[in-house]
C-alpha cells in the first residue's frame, strides 16, 4: 500500500456479490434498493458527494491503510481499508496467516477459501470493513519482491484461488479486494498526469472491468495512483485512493463551479458504491468513530485462526529433493543439528506492511517446535550465517578530513560529527527530521561485509493508540563510492509496531542491510534515515566482517561432523532479497555443510524462486516458503513426519537467471526500460510455457512436489458432455504406507493445425485446466475428476470481444507437473 517505490497504475476492485466473470460469491443477500439509493444520492449535498469519492486520512484510523468517510446524517458508515495479504495490518495484534504463495502451493480451493474466513472475521472484529486482498496478479517476473503476495504464475490456479479467497472474506461479511488490475508502468509514478497512461487504464476500466467483466462493483485506485479527475471518472474509477488529489477540489470545481463534467458520472459512482455497501448491509449502519477502534481479538478467534494457520502452512511445505528418505527424521534422532539464524525466531519472510505481524505468544521459531516434538534438549545449533552483527566500531569510520567519525547533516542543515551510528535511549535521534551521514569506511580486510542498518522506536508496542506513529514513513538508502545498495531501500512503516522487517535483529530492532565486496582500504559511504514525521527513531548501524563471517562458518561445520543429519535454514526476503541468489553466504554455507555431512536437509524460507547451486550436495530440500506465525511447529511437524508434505511449486524455478522470460538478455524488451514501456514478447508462452516452448530445463518445474508416500495413476477417462465440455478422470493409488495428499493436474495443448486453422491467433503450447488435491489412505484408490469447460477451450477474440470456441483436436493429459505427462489423450472439440 505503500506507495513510494511502488506507485504503479494499477486500479484495485471490489467486488460484489453476485457479479465478475472470474468471481462470483456466493453470500447471499437481496438486490441492492435502487430507490433507497436514489433517496440517499438526492439528500446528498455536493460537499458530502465528492467526500464519499476519495480517501481520507483520519487520526484514529488504526493504522489500517485507508480510510474513507461516512455521512452519519444519511446513514453511510465510514470505512477502514486494510493491509494485506498475509492477515491484517492493524494496531491490534492479528494471526499471521501464511503467505499468499504458500496459501498456493497447497493447491486447494478448501485452503485458500479458508485462509480468507479468517481474514474477513479478523477484519470485521477488527473494524476494517475492506480486506485488501486478495492479490490475483501472475507471477510473470519470478523475482520482482512480489512473490510472496501471490498465488502463482498460472492465470487458472489464481483465478480458482483468488474467487474462493473472495467467498471466504465475503462470507465473514468484510469486502473483499481482487488486485491489481492495470497498465503498471513505472514511468507512471504517483502525481504525473501521463494522458497515455489514462487511456490505457480508460479503456481497461470502462470495456474490460465494467463491459466484459460485467462488473458492478467498487473500482478503487491503487494508494497515489489516480492521474487525473475527468478522464478517470467517466471510465468509472469509483475511489481515488492515497492522498487523494483529483477527486477532492478537482473533481469539485469541474462538476459545481465550472459546469464542465456532468454530475451525471459522480451519481453514477455513488450508485454503484452505495449498491455495494447496501449488499454488505451497510447502509443504515449508524457507525461513529468510536466504533471503528478495535478491540483485541478474543482468545477463540486466536485460537481458530492458529488452528487453520497451523493447517495451511504444513499443506503447503514443498518436499523439492529427499534422497535415501533422509526425511521425515525419526523423533528418536540422538544427533541432530540445527543451522541459519531462520531457525531460532520466528521470520516473517514477507518485507514492508502488507500483512499481519502475528499473536505475539504464538510466534514460535522452527527450533522451539523442534524441540517440543521431539522432546529434545540438546540439540546442536549454530547460526552459521550472522545478518545482524555488531556496531561498526569508531576507528572504522573517517571522515574527509582524516578526522574520526562521519558527519551528519539534519534536514535544517544543521552538521555534527558522530563517532559511530549509534543512537539509543537517550541519545534516540528526535522525529520530524532525516539525516544524512557521510565520509569514508575503513575495510581492513577484503572480502564480504555484512553491513546493516537497524532502528527501533522506543515508545512503540504493539495495541496502543498510534496518532502519533501513524504515517511513521522511513527511507533509507546506503552508498558506497556513489552507488546504492539496493537492501537498504526496503521501507517499513514502522508504525505502531516495533519491528516490520522480516527477520527482525534478535533484540528486536528492525533491520535492513545488504552484503557488500569490500577490498582492504577506504570506501566512500553515505548512510540516510528519510524520516517523514513522528517520534524519536533510536538508530543503529552494524557490520558483520569478512573474519567473523568466516568465524560463523567454521563455527557451524564444527557442529555437524558428529550428527546424524545436519537441518540449515536459509531464507531470503521479500522484496529487500531480490535477485536469484541466497545471499548472506547461503549458497556457501550450505555446500561447506554438505561436504561434511551428505545427509544435510535445507528448508527454504523464500518465495522469489532462487538458484540452488548446492542442489547435487545435500539430501534433502524442503521449501517452506513465508509460512507466517504458525510456520515453526508446521515445519517440524514436516520435518519429523507427523505430516506428509503436499504442497506443489506454483511458480517454475530455473536453473539460471537468463533463462527466465523476463531477464533473458536475448529480449530486453521485456522489463520495463528507462522509457516504462515493457513489452510481452513472449506472448501467451510466458510462465512454465515459456520454458517448455523453448526446450528449457528448468530446476524444478512448476506444480512439481514430492511426498513421504507414493501414488499410482489408471484409467484415464475423458468424456464428451454437453456442447463441447469434458468430463476427465483419472484413478489414483496411493502405493505407499503413509495417508498422504496428490495433486493432479490437467493440462491441454494447441489446436491441431491452429496455425493455419486459426491465423494471427497464439495458443499455448499448454494450459492448466484442471487440478484437485486429493487426500488418498494408504492401499485404497481415489477417482479425481476434473470438467474442462468450452471457456477453456475459446480464445479471446478482441475484434469483437468475444471467446471463439476452438474446434479441432486438441491434446490432454494429466500431469503431476508441468513437465511429467502421466497419460496423454485426445480430444475432438
Ligand atoms: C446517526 O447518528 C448521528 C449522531 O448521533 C445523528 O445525528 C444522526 O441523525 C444519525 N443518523 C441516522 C440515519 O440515524
Ligand atoms: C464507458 O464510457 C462511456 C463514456 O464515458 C460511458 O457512456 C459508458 O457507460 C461506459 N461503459 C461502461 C460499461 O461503464
Ligand atoms: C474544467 O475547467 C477548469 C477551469 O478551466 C479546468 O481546469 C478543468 O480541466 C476543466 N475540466 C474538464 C473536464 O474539462
Ligand atoms: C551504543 O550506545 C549505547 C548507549 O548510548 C552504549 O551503551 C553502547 O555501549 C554503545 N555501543 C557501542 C558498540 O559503542
Ligand atoms: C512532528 O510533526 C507532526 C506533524 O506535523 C507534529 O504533529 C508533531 O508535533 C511533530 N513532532 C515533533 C517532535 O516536532
Ligand atoms: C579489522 O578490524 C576489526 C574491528 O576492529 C577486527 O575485529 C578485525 O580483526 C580486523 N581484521 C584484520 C584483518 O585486521
Ligand atoms: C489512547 O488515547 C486516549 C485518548 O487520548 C487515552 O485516554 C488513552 O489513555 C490512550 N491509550 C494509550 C495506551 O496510550
Ligand atoms: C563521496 O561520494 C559522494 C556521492 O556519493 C560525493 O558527493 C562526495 O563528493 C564523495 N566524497 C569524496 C571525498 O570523494
Ligand atoms: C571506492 O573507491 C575507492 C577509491 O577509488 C576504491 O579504492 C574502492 O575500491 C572503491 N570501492 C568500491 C566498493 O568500489
Ligand atoms: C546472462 O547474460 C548476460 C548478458 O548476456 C551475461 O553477461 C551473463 O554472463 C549471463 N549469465 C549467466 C549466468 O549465464
Ligand atoms: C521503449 O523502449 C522499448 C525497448 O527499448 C522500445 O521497444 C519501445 O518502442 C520504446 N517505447 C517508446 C514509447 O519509446
Ligand atoms: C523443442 O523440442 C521439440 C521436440 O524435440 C522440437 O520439435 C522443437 O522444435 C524444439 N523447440 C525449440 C524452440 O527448440
Not at 177 to 204: F, R, W
Not at 502 to 521: I, K, R, S
Not at 578 to 593: A, C, K, N, P, Y
Not at 770 to 777: E, L, S, T
Request: negative net charge; glycine residues 10%; charged residues 20%.
Amino acid at each position: 500500500m505503500w506507495f513510494l517505490e511502488f506507485a504503479f497504475l494499477t486500479l484495485s476492485l471490489v467486488f460484489t456479490p453476485g457479479v465478475g466473470v472470474h468471481v462470483s460469491i456466493d453470500r447471499g443477500g437481496s438486490p441492492p434498493d435502487s430507490s433507497k439509493i436514489d433517496r440517499i444520492i438526492a439528500a446528498l449535498t455536493p460537499e458530502e458527494k465528492i467526500s464519499l469519492l476519495h480517501g481520507a486520512n483520519y487520526a484514529g484510523s488504526e493504522n489500517y491503510a485507508g480510510y474513507l468517510t461516512g455521512v452519519p446524517r444519511l446513514g453511510i458508515p465510514p470505512l477502514q481499508l486494510a493491509d494485506g495479504e498475509a492477515g491484517i495490518n492493524g494496531v491490534q495484534d492479528a494471526t499471521a496467516i501464511p503467505s499468499q504463495i504458500n496459501v498456493a502451493a497447497t493447491w486447494s480451493r478448501l485452503m485458500a477459501k479458508t485462509a480468507g474466513h479468517v481474514t474477513g472475521l479478523e477484519a470485521r472484529l477488527l473494524k476494517a470493513g475492506i480486506s485488501l486482498a486478495p492479490r490475483v496478479n501472475l507471477l510473470r517476473d519470478p523475482f520482482d519482491g512480489s512473490s510472496w503476495q501471490s498465488y502463482s504464475e498460472d492465470a487458472y490456479l489464481n483465478a480458482q484461488l483468488g474467487a474462493e479467497a473472495v467467498r471466504g472474506i465475503q462470507a465473514e461479511g468484510t469486502m473483499a479486494n481482487t488486485k491489481q488490475i492495470g497498465p503498471s508502468s513505472s514511468g507512471a509514478s504517483g502525481g504525473d498526469t501521463n494522458s497515455q497512461v489514462d487511456l490505457q487504464y480508460q479503456e481497461l476500466m470502462n470495456l474490460t472491468v465494467r463491459g466484459d467483466f460485467g462488473f458492478k462493483g467498487i473500482v478503487m485506485s491503487d494508494w497515489g495512483a489516480t492521474h487525473s479527475t475527468a478522464p478517470s471518472i467517466e471510465a468509472g474509477l469509483n475511489w481515488e485512493m492515497g492522498s487523494a488529489a483529483y477527486y477532492t477540489t478537482p473533481l469539485y470545481d469541474d462538476v459545481y463551479l465550472y459546469h464542465n463534467l456532468s454530475e451525471i458520472y459522480v451519481d453514477r459512482s455513488l450508485r454503484q458504491i452505495f449498491s455495494t455497501y447496501d449488499r454488505f448491509g451497510l447502509i443504515g449502519q449508524n457507525r461513529t468513530a468510536l466504533d471503528m477502534v478495535p478491540n483485541p481479538l478474543p482468545q477463540s478467534v486466536i485460537e481458530q485462526s492458529a488452528a487453520i494457520s497451523f493447517d495451511i502452512a504444513s499443506r503447503s511445505g514443498v518436499l523439492l529433493k529427499n534422497d535415501d528418505e533422509v526425511l521425515p527424521l525419526s523423533k528418536d534422532i540422538s544427533k541432530l543439528a540445527v543451522i541459519g539464524p531462520a531457525a531460532f525466531q520466528y521470520n516473517h519472510g514477507a518485507g514492508f506492511a502488507e500483512r499481519a505481524y502475528g499473536i505475539p505468544s504464538r510466534l514460535k521459531s522452527p527450533l522451539e517446535a523442534i524441540q517440543q516434538i521431539t522432546g529434545n534438549d540438546h540439540i546442536l545449533t549454530s547460526n552459521g550465517v550472522d545478518v545482524h552483527g555488531s556496531i561498526i566500531p569508531a576507528d572504522c569510520l573517517v571522515q574527509d578530513n582524516g578526522q574520526h567519525g562521519l558527519l551528519r547533516t539534519d534536514s535544517a542543515g544543521k552538521t555534527s560529527v558522530d563517532s559511530q551510528i549509534n543512537f539509543s535511549g537517550e541519545s534516540a535521534l528526535l522525529g520530524n527530521s532525516s539525516y544524512h551521514w557521510a565520509g569514508f569506511f575503513k575495510a581492513n580486510e577484503t572480502g564480504y561485509y555484512r553491513i546493516s542498518l537497524h532502528r527501533r522506536f522506543p515508545h512503540v508496542g504493539g495495541g496502543l493508540n498510534n496518532s502519533d506513529y501513524l504515517g511513521v514513513f522511513y527511507v533509507h538508502s546506503f552508498t558506497v563510492n556513489g552507488t546504492e545498495f539496493d537492501g537498504f531501500r526496503l521501507l517499513g512503516d514502522g508504525g505502531a509496531r516495533p519491528w516490520s522487517s522480516p527477520l527482525a535483529a534478535p533484540d528486536g530492532w528492525d533491520e535492513v542491510g545488504t552484503d557488500v565486496y569490500l577490498t582492504a582500504g577506504l570506501h566512500n559511504i553515505t548512510v540516510s534515515v528519510t524520516k517523514v514525521f513522528g517520534d524519536p527513531v533510536e538508530v543503529r548501524l552494524n557490520w558483520v566482517t569478512p573474519t567473523q563471517r568466516e568465524q560463523n562458518m567454521r563455527d557451524a561445520e564444527r557442529i555437524v561432523s558428529s550428527v546424524e543429519v545436519p537441518v540449515v535454514f536459509a531464507h531470503a526476503n521479500s522484496p529487500a532479497d531480490v535477485g536469484m541468489q541466497l545471499i548472506h553466504g547461503f549458497d556457501e554455507l550450505i555446500t561447506r555443510i554438505a561436504a561434511i555431512n551428505p545427509r544435510t536437509v535445507v528448508v527454504l524460507n523464500n518465495a522469489d524462486p532462487v538458484l540452488m547451486p548446492w542442489l547435487d550436495q545435500v539430501s534433502s530440500v524442503l521449501w517452506m516458503g513465508n509460512p507466517g506465525q504458525e510456520g515453526g511447529r508446521a515445519t517440524a511437524s514436516l520435518l519429523f513426519g507427523d505430516r506428509n508434505p503436499q504442497g506443489r511449486l506454483t511458480i517454475t524455478y530455473p536453473k539460471s537467471v537468463n533463462d527466465t522470460v523476463t531477464r533473458n538478455p536475448k529480449y530486453p524488451e521485456r522489463m520495463a526500460t528507462k522509457n516504462g514501456t515493457a513489452i510481452f514478447s513472449e506472448g501467451i508462452n510466458s510462465a512454465y510455457r515459456w520454458y517448455l516452448a523453448t526446450n528449457t530445463s528448468v530446476l524444478f518445474p512448476f506444480g512439481y512436489g514430492l511426498s513421504y508416500t507414493s501414488f499410482k495413476y489408471s484409467k484415464l477417462v475423458i468424456k464428451k458432455k454437453s456442447g463441447s465440455t469434458f468430463q476427465v478422470s483419472v484413478d489414483i493409488k496411493n502405493t505407499g504406507s503413509r495417508p498422504g495428499v496428490e495433486v493432479p493436474q490437467i493440462y491441454i495443448g494447441p489446436p491441431e493445425d491452429a496455425g493455419s486453422k486459426f491465423p494471427g491467433y497464439q495458443f499455448a503450447i499448454s494450459t492448466l485446466v484442471g487440478f484437485d488435491d486429493v487426500y488418498i489412505m494408504p492401499g485404497t484408490t481415489k477417482t479425481a475428476s476434473f470438467i474442462i469447460s468450452e471457456r477453456q477451450l475459446s480464445f479471446w477474440r478482441q475484434s469483437d470481444r468475444t471467446w471463439v470456441l476452438a474446434h479441432g483436436q486438441r491434446s490432454v493429459w494429466v500431469g503431476t507437473d508441468a513437465e511429467k505427462k502421466v497419460f496423454v489423450s485426445y480430444i475432438e472439440v
